[in-house]
């Protein structure tokens, strides 16, 4: 994104560098593939253009999101609460850290509570995970809650999982001792097998032997034999078994047995499904309370040293922007905001949408902090919502479609100009691939992944004619 901004920048000047000296019929050309009315009055006006952009303070204002937040936040320090020599840490820096913290960490922890995770979950993969859940709004009360109130994380977790509460207490053996023998219908279940064990084939009567000879077990040995019960009835998909325990000829001749067995087997899944339920509890909180400590050296260390990450940056700036003691921050800002530029605004998350939208709030909402004499104010995203790399720096594509449809209503709610041009122009196919293009997404079941609802099949049109044939 930073090459991108430069590119862009460099552009523009390359080609207002080039308007001062072409001749005014090159010129004329030019302004005319822009849509601009061609006179003297217009041709003076862009020979001067690459001069104002020399003259201007700070230079041609074009760079990243992480770039302006961090522009704003140093030009108001104090109203953000921030350390005004501040400075950024890279992601490379960030990564090591974090490892930092997390080998810390890992080294001052209880032995049983890491014996936990290292059978789980390798080293890498469990600092990418506390990177992921310390960047995530909607984790940090979540870490608050395993760092100050582990019961009650255990309680939340429960609820998550569907675990009744008054087993998150248990231990498994006494829960799984329970499901050995405090179920109903035992002697019913019993006199089933038997009876399909009696008129079953060599492969039943096989699969069934060991089941009766597991009944006829004490409670202890049969809870320490519960995978031979459990795989007796399930298969490795924790399918009821339809082979070796049933056959066709069964339920036609016993169908009260085999309607036993198969409520045998529901309730063993039940079973085995609070058991993994557990386990993830068990898992979770242990996870969770390791991250937690972790998350609190990292930003305790980082404020320490005046440092901040492109998400601070983004998070700061929202807080700047939104304080109800900093509504001259954004008349400050409104006298010194002409024009915006988005772009790939498919790949925008909503906390840098809302950036944007508090920036041209003022847009819709009167002069403002300007002259009467002063031209317009303008907004121009361009983005396409099927080309976004879902999840990059938060990028959702639906906020692009919330967005749009923000601005629109407030543009023609203030009586402004508002104008959505369709991406039709390829610049990379030709004529004839994109003719196969058309023709296969101009059936509805295809369109349906990528034309809006109410908007028309696509036609596109190629920059590359003559080519290809």
Known sequence: TKA??????????????????????????????????????????????FAEVLDMPGGMRIGT???????????????????????????????????????DVLGSMPQARAATLAGQIGLEDFIALAATLRRTPRAQAVLDLADTKPQSLTTLLCRVLDLPQGTASQSDTARLEQACTAFTGED????????????????????ITPLL??????????????????????????????????????????????LAVQKEAERILTVAEQRNARQLVVLGQALLEAIAPIARLYDSRKARQGQ?????????????????????????????????????????SPEQWQIAGDLTA??????????????????????????????????????????????????????????????????????TVLALVDAVFAHPEAARGVVEDGEPPMHHTSARLGQGL
Not at 25 to 49: F, G, Y
Not at 88 to 102: I, K, N, P, S
Not at 325 to 346: F, N, P, S
Not at 373 to 395: L, M, N, W
């Open 4 to 49: 991108a901004a430069a590119e862009m920048a460099i552009r523009l000047q390359t080609r207002l560098g080039c308007w001062v000296t072409l001749p005014d019929t090159e010129l004329d050309a030019e302004l005319r593939a822009l849509s601009v009315p061609v006179c003297a009055q217009t041709r003076k006006r862009a020979r001067a253009l």
């Open 65 to 103: 999101i992480h770039a302006f937040c961090q522009s704003l936040l140093r030009r108001f320090p104090l109203e953000a609460a921030m350390n005004p020599h501040f400075t950024l840490l890279e992601d490379t820096d960030a990564a090591l850290a974090l490892r930092g913290c997390v080998e």
């Open 188 to 207: 019913t279940l019993r006199a089933s097998l038997r009876e399909l064990f009696e008129n079953g084939t060599d492969s039943v009567k096989k699969t």
């Open 213 to 258: 000879d597991w009944l006829a077990l004490p409670p202890d040995s049969r809870a320490a034999a519960w995978p031979l019960w459990h795989n007796g009835f399930l298969t490795r998909d924790n399918k009821p078994r339809s082979r070796g325990l049933v056959t066709a000829k069964l339920v036609q001749s016993c169908p009260d047995a085999v």
């Open 308 to 348: 901040v990450e492109y998400d601070d940056l983004v998070r700061h700036t929202l807080g700047l922007l939104q304080k109800p003691g900093a509504a001259w921050v954004l008349y400050k800002l409104d006298g010194g905001i002409d024009h915006l530029l988005l772009d790939e605004v498919q790949d925008t």
């Open 362 to 431: 003022e847009f819709f909402a009167g002069a403002g902090a300007r002259d009467d004499e002063a031209p317009p104010r303008t907004i121009f995203a361009v983005g396409d919502y099927k080309q976004s790399i879902y999840g990059f720096q938060g990028a959702d594509p639906e906020a692009f479609r919330t967005w749009r449809q923000h601005f629109r209503t407030h543009t023609q709610a203030a009586n402004l100009l508002w104008r959505e041009p369709g991406l039709n122009v390829s610049f990379r196919s030709t004529p």
